[in-house]
């Protein structure tokens, strides 16, 4: 690899690879398995310009305001999955656990009149208390994940359908709620976020440079740091640019104009957790015991305490899968957290990048995951495919993603890159 060298003021030098030596860097490591997110985003990109092509209102503003909401509850509950599975285990639960928390939250609000600010942290301490016992079983009690979670998957099935009376829908009237997943930010808001994003994510690059070059470790080609800060500008102003326009169909009637309110709020739990994994000592615990379990606990690190905390946060952000999915709907049902959302929620951790074999995989797995399911469903729907061939369609995409990344795990391990 060429370098550069510069020495600091107090005399510490630093090496700086060149734009050339780190691009061929990143395509050798792709060459020897480290794919990360690039097979997501290539089928990403390649779905949407099919889709585009095809029907005339797959980039409509409408239809991409639609997307947000309609992945919302997929892409949260896979944001907790990508902990389970970065420990090689597995919650079947997530699914009916999101719609046992949606319950609870709807119950308070509707049957019992709680406010908004009561009843949304009923149901995170729900989904907590459920991630605290299902962790408890696996990493205490020594019962395999599949089982717990699975008998779990039955029993919060059951669960839901006694907390419904058997089958009762019951719909929520709180403005505040109903508008998390269904209203818009004002346009002049939209883009105060999104220029705070911008600057607050060119802040977080150049402040890694700099912490890097000040510890005399190597630091990232200014140019590629320019150019990932200036592809995600341009990402967000193009985004926002369609949001912010107006499309609805009678505006006269209903303005819709401005992000939609979960964007941000995705946005935030994306954030959060990627500091978690990637910048404090919990994250790295999590890595070392997906890696390699006897290491971990050779090495001091409290591994029952790992597992059961992944089983916690699964299904805490299970839990706001689940209210975003009740604010969608404005209602709670028996099939809130059932039917394909749980093959969706593990599809899109899976699909996004992250290992079912444990140890790799990022939070920005699971909302690149979920989007390529979003743009599955929805386009195939457009296109007037019925619902089995949109299941065999995002099965056939979900068994790809596991047998590239058990190919390039093979490869990694061929080339010494593991």
Not at 344 to 358: D, E, P, R
């Amino acid at each position: 690899m060429s370098t550069t060298t510069t020495t600091t003021a107090g005399g510490v030098k630093v090496i700086k690879p060149t734009v050339n030596s780190y691009i061929r860097d990143y395509w050798g490591r792709v060459r020897g398995g480290d794919l990360g997110t690039l097979p997501a985003i290539l089928g990403l990109i390649v779905l949407s310009l099919i889709f585009g092509i095809s029907t005339d209102t797959f980039f409509s503003g409408l239809n991409f305001a639609n997307l947000f909401n309609q992945s919302a509850q997929v892409i949260f509950i896979a944001m907790g999955l990508v902990f389970v599975l970065l420990l090689g285990e597995i919650d079947l639960s997530a699914g009916f656990a999101s719609g046992v928390c949606g319950a609870v939250v709807a119950i308070l609000l509707t049957n019992h009149g709680w406010e908004w600010y009561t009843a949304i942290p009923a149901a995170l301490v729900t989904g907590l208390v459920i991630g605290f016992v299902l962790g408890f079983l696996v990493a205490k009690i020594g019962i395999p994940s599949f089982v717990v979670t699975l008998a779990a998957f039955l029993g919060f099935q059951g669960l839901l359908l006694v907390l419904l009376g058997g089958g009762t829908n019951i719909s929520t009237r709180d403005e505040f709620f109903n508008s998390l997943n269904n209203d818009n930010l004002s346009p002049v808001w939209s883009w105060i976020l999104t220029i705070v994003a911008i600057v607050g994510y060119a802040g977080v690059q150049l402040n890694n440079v700099r912490s890097r070059a000040k510890r005399g470790l190597v630091t990232d080609p200014m140019g590629i740091v320019a150019m990932r800060i200036g592809g995600l500008a341009a990402l967000l102003i193009i985004g926002t640019a369609i949001l912010s326009q107006e499309r609805a169909i009678n505006p006269a009637i209903n303005s819709l104009k401005g992000v939609p309110i979960v964007v941000p709020i995705m946005g935030i739990f994306l954030v959060i957790w990627t500091f978690v994994l990637g910048r404090t000592a919990y994250g790295r615990h999590v890595y070392a015991v997906g890696g390699n379990t006897e290491a971990a606990r050779r090495a001091g690190i409290k591994v029952d305490r790992i597992r059961i905390s992944v089983f916690v946060i699964g299904s805490f952000m299970a839990a706001i899968g689940g209210i975003m999915a009740v604010s969608r709907a404005s209602s709670v049902d028996p099939n809130t957290g059932g039917s394909n959302i749980l093959l969706y929620s593990v599809g899109a951790a899976v699909i996004g990048g992250t290992s079912l074999f444990g140890g790799k995989g990022k939070v920005i797995n699971a909302v690149i995951g979920g989007a390529v399911i979003a743009v599955i469903d929805n386009g195939m729907g457009l296109l007037g495919f019925s619902s089995g061939t949109k299941y065999i369609v995002t099965g056939l995409i979900l068994l790809v993603a596991a047998s590239v990344d058990a190919l390039a795990r093979r490869r990694a391990a061929a080339t010494g890159n593991r």
